[in-house]
């Protein structure tokens, strides 16, 4: 007699989604289908802004200036 896979009670699936405008019609289309019965969606964790600031230099969001002048010039316009 072959063994019958037992299927678990309860599970879940992640699911990676690119475009963040479309989580509202994902998150309905999921609630339609039958067995669902909790949709989630956990937060992304705010950056610090140590972190933010390495993105930017990671980025090429940076400027060098000679002197404070040059930068008090700059920010003038």
Same mark, same amino acid.
């Given at each position: 007699?072959?063994? *019958? *896979? #037992?299927? @678990? *009670?309860? =599970?879940?699936? !992640? $699911? /990676?989604?690119? &475009?963040?405008?479309? !989580?509202? /019609?994902?998150?309905?289309?999921? =609630?339609?289908?039958? =067995? $669902?019965?909790?949709? #989630? $969606? @956990?937060?992304?964790?705010?950056?610090?802004?140590?972190?933010?600031?390495?993105? /930017?230099?990671?980025?090429?969001?940076?400027?060098?200036?000679?002197?404070? &002048?040059?930068?008090?010039? &700059?920010?003038? =316009?």
């Amino acid at each position: 007699m072959a063994n *019958a *896979a #037992t299927v @678990p *009670a309860k =599970g879940q699936i !992640l $699911v /990676d989604i690119e &475009d963040m405008s479309l !989580l509202k /019609d994902i998150k309905k289309a999921i =609630g339609l289908m039958r =067995g $669902v019965g909790k949709i #989630t $969606v @956990p937060r992304q964790q705010r950056m610090s802004s140590y972190e933010r600031s390495l993105r /930017d230099i990671e980025e090429g969001r940076v400027y060098k200036y000679e002197s404070l &002048d040059e930068l008090i010039k &700059d920010i003038e =316009g």
